[in-house]
């Protein structure tokens, strides 16, 4: 051992598939909250603390999807709720039926405490449309009370078009990097 | 060690030995399934070493050749004996491959979720598939994921294998791979 930063997958661990969700206009939570990692309650405890997840699974686009949105939340996992860390938009492809859609996030503490801060950083894959990197725009720096229990970082999807887009996830994990 | 271990739970990520320290040599691709990373370069895995939930991480490096018509790349995931297309497919790609391309970096990475245990076991298994010049797609790109029953009461070996469909010599040199214990 080199050190004590091990890393750890935190509990718990996927073993379901999760309900499909038919896409809106506004953020909505992909995962059940019993499956999502409890980051709350000081978690994030030092400057530099930092959490890599990744999800899997698939989603379909009809007609006019328009913009496919994932969006990273810290807060309850209820829908469009909680401060958004990060967001990653792309033109989606229309008709695509049942591809596969993963995302890779890493979220960083630079301030602990009840007026902490939080980076996000990551990507989106949807085979058909694209791979694309979250942008570096605000608040790219989030201020966010780390010290409230439950927390969970929450991924949650959007659509801008009119047809009807679903998205079905299977898996996610959570991984304390330090 | 400089201090006690910050460890967030009981479920560290491990890195599994066999470690690589040497590449492979060029081999050609046929059209069927071939075990190109060599049986010594992984992990044997015990009867009933999964549990429920419990994850893997396999990343395999390595270089490609095609020629004028190598149609498409096929990679899979095997849990078996690591012999030429024997054992239980765990996930399966296909990706058109760009002709004419030398000697370019390949890297496959993959994620084993064991969702439930015992004879009729069910794996949940997907990747990437990134091959140099070509492009990147997951494993499966489309169609879902399905569980696969693998009957974890019996040991083996979790690797990679390959084949191209089409008619010329293409070939694959395997450089590195790794496996990470997750949980």
New interface residues.
């Given amino acids: 051992m080199e050190g004590p930063w091990v890393s750890n997958l935190l509990e718990p661990f996927n073993v379901v598939n999760q309900t499909s969700v038919n896409l809106t206009a506004t953020s909505q939570a992909v995962y059940a909250t019993s499956q999502l990692a409890n980051v709350g309650n000081g978690f994030f405890g030092y400057a530099g603390k930092t959490v890599h997840f990744r999800g899997i699974g698939n989603v379909t686009s009809a007609a006019t999807p328009g913009n496919f949105g994932l969006a990273i939340l810290y807060g309850s996992n209820a829908n469009n709720t909680g401060t958004q860390l990060c967001s990653v938009l792309v033109t989606w492809t229309a008709n695509q039926a049942n591809t596969t859609f993963m995302f890779d996030f890493w979220c960083k503490c630079r301030t602990p405490g009840s007026s902490g801060t939080l980076v996000c950083e990551g990507w989106m894959f949807i085979q058909g449309t694209s791979i694309i990197q979250n942008a570096f725009s605000a608040p790219f720096v989030s201020t966010v009370n780390l010290l409230t229990n439950p927390m969970y970082l929450s991924p949650q999807v959007s659509r801008s078009g009119s047809t009807l887009e679903t998205c079905n996830m299977y898996d996610i994990f959570y991984e304390s990097v330090n | ?13 491990d890195s599994k030995p066999p470690f690589r320290d040497r590449s492979g040599s060029s081999t050609s691709l046929t059209t069927s399934y071939v075990a190109y990373v060599p049986t010594s370069d992984i992990p044997w895995f015990p009867a009933n070493y999964f549990y ?4 893997l991480y396999i990343r395999h490096m390595f270089q490609t050749t095609s020629a004028a018509t190598p149609t498409a790349f096929f990679v899979e995931l095997m849990f078996g004996n690591n012999t030429n297309g024997n054992g239980t497919q765990l996930c399966v790609a296909g990706i058109t491959w760009t002709a004419n391309v030398t000697a370019v970096q390949c890297t496959c990475d993959f ?1 084993v ?4 245990t015992g004879v009729s076991g069910q794996f ?1 298994t ?1 990747g ?1 598939v990134w091959l140099g010049t070509t492009g ?3 494993i ?6 399905s569980n696969v029953t693998v009957n974890t009461t019996q040991g083996g070996y979790i690797a990679p294998q390959y084949f191209r469909s089409g008619s010329t010599a293409e070939t694959i040199t395997h450089h590195d791979i790794f496996t990470r214990a ?2």
């Fill in positions: 060690m400089d201090g006690p271990i910050n460890t967030n739970g009981a479920f560290y990520c429920s939930g419990k994850l994620w979720r064991c969702r439930s949940f997907y990437v990147l797609i997951p499966p790109a489309t169609g879902g994921i997750m949980n």
